[in-house]
């Protein structure tokens, strides 16, 4: 099939799954909301032929923070699972949020190269030399901020805090 | 119907970032509005994806840029949660609109 | 017409030396003000040695004057000009310098103020002898002869100007010496108010004189006196810059001097103590009003109009001064108010052209005032502080010294031969005459009145105070101490031989001193000439002064019915109460001066302040204060705010780079 129709079968699931995220009321719900909508994403992935990407994609959110999300929804929300009520001025944030698409939608028209079609060509080979030499570093800071995260989840849980 | 291209994909992306958005915005509990951040970093890596696929096929810079943002947005939602388990053993409660201290 | 003889102006070096004078009285002022708060005993030396050096320097000065070679100086030249400091610093185009001229005015002013100051300053060892603050008297002291040394040895308005506010301001630490008293506090305001209304003139006065020409070289002015004069001579001057000049100056010597109506301040000054009364209000400062239009005076020659108001103003000084010192009661006050009719005289004198006779007569009033302020002293001590002559009398067998010198001192200043003051009288009528006795000469009567009106208040003094049966019983009085005796004695001597020394026996020298270069328009007498007709006018209107006086005070007539009747009676309300003058200047200054200030200073407060200096801080407080609810602590308004910020940043950039919205 044409990858567009493929496309615009995603896109839609990717938006209703988004809108569902952020006016659930079910707390849980949302959550898995949100996995569907990444898995949207991932498929799109697959479309532009990055397909390893999008098992990345699925394994690390869907299969980490997902899973994290969770686990902290069950520690926090105990009392009140189901009943969760918006900020008073949501019609505000929907201003700004329209607001904010328009501003997108410009921009995005007025800079250039939109309209490129053609082949995708996406080589994993490539993008794995590029990663381990040219990103070199940014690859190993990057590692370093996962050994910081995990370090400072620990300290800021296991502190007392002074009372 | 055309071909794909990259202003579909974008336009994708900015409807997904503008929802996230809204998110943030109207959200009480402090979880979920970790999880319209996610959406939010999601529509990021789309546009960076569309736009390293069909524009810079010589180095895909989008590719490894998405791999540093996915891990990253790992790394901050473990953090994240740790300081909302923190107030919540504080206060009990993690509705955001409770937390006005620092103000006029 | 003058010529700057350039060779005159290599001054001889040794005349640099006149500069020490001043600058050890600064050392002086400083050494003892240092000192003052500590209690060392006997740092009174310090001023009497500074002042002895500096007679010293005053008798080196006049011999090398005198002595040195005038010939090269033809009676074209201003005498010798030095510019010490050449220049001390320029602001723009205006050059301020710092040097001296030494003519013959510069030395008589110098004689005056070094032989009186010594001899004030040895009174005043024994006068303060009991205050807990003598050291810093004699500082101030020393700072006040200090500034008047420079001004009269300044070459440049500037820096007579400098001087003139420095002499307002040791005059003001003086007179308001005692600070406890209120009204000692109170008359040193108002002698500084008022000369400093005058000083207004004066800076005007100058500002015009100095910039109104451009010099050959481009400058914008000078304020060099002897290039003023000079570019005074050559026209450089229009006439109206000239008149107005000359008379904002005469304003400015006019509050220093005392002349009406400016002239308030002088009696209000007696409440310092009375060696300042004899230093500053006799001899010194009273005298730098005169010594300035002197030393202009061919600038006041040239300007008609002022001379006229310099005369005219002389004159109604002299005479209504000399009317109120007749009804005062406080022998303080008197002499203050005969001070003030006498400046008011040689104000007069210079006006009619006789300024030597002006200088002259400024010589010897200023050693026979001193004297009669001194001797006031004593009986002051002597009776405990009381100033109050219709309590005293027949102190002639108490204090025999005292009462001689105070006799010598009035008679001098009545105009008796062959004591000073009639020579100095003598050459001012001879002055106002031009030799030639004219009846229908209003300032000649004028002036005979006033030689009537002095003599007959000076018997008054004497009697009331020395003669005449005493009111109040005196308890423990007795003659003053030799320190106190000797000034006294000394300034007698002078007046009884300065006339005769510079009129009769040194004439030439005193021509050589007096001569200052001209118009020769007034025919000003520069030397004494003997004249009988006037001289038998002058002592003869001094002689009835003096029998009017003692029939009036001594067989007190003044109780007889014919005086006190409505005429008199009303006189002399008018009289004791000053002309109301003072009463006047109260009402100006509480409905006049007072108004004013309240709305300019309510306009400095609501605009300058308030709105000017105030606002930009007031602004960001008020809205800082309105702004600071946008920190509400929510996190969704910060989040809001900041997608709308980013909205429009990226939609003005969009529209900046592509000139287009979609």
Known sequence: ?163 | MGELSLIHIQIASIVLFSIGIYGVLSRRNAVLILLAIELMLNAVNLNLIGVSAFLDQSRFLGHILIIFIITIAAAEVALALAIVLKLYKEKRNTDVDKLDVLKW | MYELNEAALQAPTNLGIVWWAPILYIVSFVVLGLLSRTKIKYTYFVPIIVSFISIGIFITVFSTYVSHSWERYSCDTIGVCWNGIDPWFVIGDIQMHFGAIIDGLTVTMLGLITIVGSLVIIYSVSYMHDDPRKTWYFSCISFFIAAMLFLVLANNLLLIYVAWELVGLGSYLLIGFWYGKQTAVDAAKKAFITTRIGDVGLMVGILILGTSFTTSSGAIGTFHIPDIILAAQQGMYSTSELNWGCLLIFLGAMGKSAQFPLHIWLPDAMEGPTPVSALIHAATMVTAGIYLTARLFPLYEISTIALTVVTVIGLITAIIAASMALVMNDLKKILAYSTVSHLGLMIFGIGTGGYAAAMLHLVAHGFSKALLFLSAGNIMHSLHEETDIRKMGNLRHYMPITTICFLIGALSLSGIPPLSGYFSKDMLLHGVTHGKIDFTNIYFLLSLGFIFLSSLYMTRVFILVFWSKSTTEYKDIHEAPKTMNIPIIILTFFSIVFGIITCLIYQDTLLDIMHLVTWGFLDTPLHFEFDLILTILSVGFALSGIIAGYFLYQENYVNKSVFNSGLFKSLNSLISQKYYLDDAYNWIVSNVVNKVTAIVSYIDRAFVNDIGINSPGEAIRATSNKLRYIQTGKVYNYALFIVLSISVIVLIWIFLETGKIL
Request: glycine share 8%; net charge neutral; aromatic share 12%.
């Open chain 1, 1 to 163: 099939m044409n990858s567009l129709v493929v496309f615009y079968i995603l896109s839609s699931i990717i938006t209703v799954s988004a809108i569902g995220v952020v006016t659930s009321r079910h707390v849980v719900h949302a959550t898995f909301y949100l996995l569907i909508t990444l898995f949207g994403v991932a498929g799109v992935y697959v479309i532009l032929l990055s397909q390893f990407l999008a098992i990345v994609q699925i394994l690390l959110y869907g299969g980490a923070i997902i899973i994290v999300i969770l686990f902290a929804l069950m520690l926090t929300n105990i009392s009140d699972f189901n009943f969760q009520v918006e900020n008073k001025h949501w019609k505000y944030s929907l201003v700004g949020s329209i607001l904010f698409f328009i501003t997108g939608t410009i921009a995005f028209f007025t800079t250039g190269g939109n309209t490129v079609t053609g082949t995708l060509g996406t080589s994993m080979k490539n993008i794995g030399i590029e990663l381990f030499s040219y990103w070199g570093i940014p690859f190993e800071i990057v590692s370093v901020i996962l050994l910081v995260a995990l370090i400072g989840a620990v300290v800021v849980s296991n502190t007392e805090s002074n009372k």
